[in-house]
């Protein structure tokens, strides 16, 4: 069967119309936060965690920061580097293995952080990190997708791919060694967290994990290990001169923030025959290119997974019972699909189930360049972001991401109304 494509106006109106009710729907979630914060906030399950192990970790990390300022500082790190023992000096070698071996691409990294968290429960970032990397993954996937294609060029669409591969990449490859010292830890029962530094984790991190090994607190280290990922990527990547000049100041980059485009979604359960719609639920990012946005906006995001009621066991539900593909038919199946249309996608209808590709189908493991060993935390400016969160009052993003997909289709439409998904 033929489908006329529409003309230009017509997805122009279809583009405003859904901007205009994007607002409107963002000034009604306004006012409904609003409304329950006033009537609800008793209800919420607020992040608490030992003031006093957080004092006391505060107090260590401005020991660090005057320590790093005198002379010798430098030779007392080399000192240690040389009295490491040969079973340290193995247990070093093979974490730096797995976490290489595990960092392969998109799906690798979000099964191993998975496999963590099963096993360690009590490390929360570990689950967060499977939420955000499996988001990640479908960032990466819709770059190849149904409708980014018509909206980027190929190039663009190549610098955004290594921006957002390097930035999860780069996270895994300071992250995933922690969490392994810590597995290795508890099986040796002692603490091995000395051995941080050994493996160019910063030395924020260092009393963090000594406070947990003594007394485990997982919203302290989960907040901390938020702070340090988004400072491992602020020099690499957001700064980084060629990821500025090619990705971040463009304004098919810009757009994703004014379109709501960064969202980060959480499913709750697993999509069936009876009921292929799940529920979302997730947080929409402003501006990727802030520090202090991105910290505040992961912090809120985990408040979300683990203490707003109803949603870790459902999302958990999800995370365990659905392998993660890069695809967004994994979530809703209903609206994506894996297998593209052999017909011009401007021209099918709107209902049409969109394409998505799996990871593998759409981008080759890209290796990691070698990282630098300088340690990002030189002052106290990311303390001022240890104190507990609570979660979001308003998250559902159901219908909100079912709105976020009309308007791409709407700017695709408008920007090359005729132009084939492989053009």
Request: glycine share 4%; with cysteine.
């Amino acid at each position: 069967m033929e489908f006329s494509s529409p003309p230009r106006w017509q997805y122009a109106l279809r583009l405003l119309r859904y901007a205009v009710n994007s607002a409107c729907a963002a000034m009604r979630n306004l006012w409904t936060s609003m409304h329950r914060q006033a009537r609800s906030i008793r209800y919420l399950h607020a992040m608490e965690w030992n003031r006093a192990a957080a004092r006391r970790t505060e107090e260590r990390l401005y020991r660090i920061i005057a320590e790093r300022s005198r002379p010798y500082a430098e030779e007392a790190r080399a000192h240690e580097r040389q009295s490491l023992t040969s079973g340290e000096l193995k247990l070093l070698a093979y974490t730096r293995r797995a976490a290489a071996t595990a960092n392969r691409n998109n799906v690798t990294r979000a099964a191993a952080y998975l496999s963590v968290y099963n096993q360690h429960p009590e490390l929360h970032w570990a689950l967060l990190a499977h939420i955000v990397s499996r988001n990640g993954g479908w960032s990466l996937t819709d770059l190849q997708g149904e409708w980014l294609p018509h909206i980027m060029s190929p190039a663009e669409r190549l610098w955004s791919f290594r921006m957002l591969e390097r930035s999860n990449a780069l996270i895994f490859h300071d992250a995933f060694p922690q969490l392994l010292l810590y597995d290795a830890s508890r099986r040796e029962g002692r603490s091995l967290f000395h051995l941080l530094p050994h493996l160019g984790i910063s030395g924020f991190m260092v009393p963090f994990w000594e406070s947990f090994w003594v007394q485990p607190d997982s919203p302290l280290l989960t907040t901390a290990l938020i702070i340090n990922e988004q400072n491992v990527i602020e020099r690499s990547v957001v700064q980084h001169e060629q990821f500025c000049e090619q990705v971040i100041v463009k304004w098919d980059f810009r757009l994703h923030g004014w379109l709501q485009m960064n969202q980060v979604v959480i499913p709750l359960g697993v999509p069936a025959v009876q009921k292929p719609t799940v529920p979302l639920v997730g947080l929409t990012l402003e501006d990727f290119s802030n520090l202090d946005e991105r910290i505040a906006f992961g912090r809120k995001l985990y408040a979300l997974l683990f203490y707003a009621p109803g949603i870790h066991g459902r999302a958990l539900s999800f995370m365990r019972g659905v392998p993660h593909t890069g695809s967004r038919a994994d979530y809703w199946p209903q609206a994506f699909t894996t297998h593209p249309s052999t017909q011009d996608h401007m021209k099918l209808p709107v209902t049409h189930w969109a394409y998505s590709p799996r990871l593998a189908d759409a981008w080759p493991d890209e290796p990691l360049p070698p990282v630098g060993a300088s340690d990002w935390f030189v002052d106290e400016r990311m303390l001022k972001h240890l104190h507990p969160t609570r979660p979001p009052l308003h998250a559902d993003m159901t219908l909100p991401h079912d709105r976020l997909w009309k308007e791409t289709a709407s700017l695709a439409g408008f920007i090359h109304p005729s132009r084939t998904q492989h053009s």
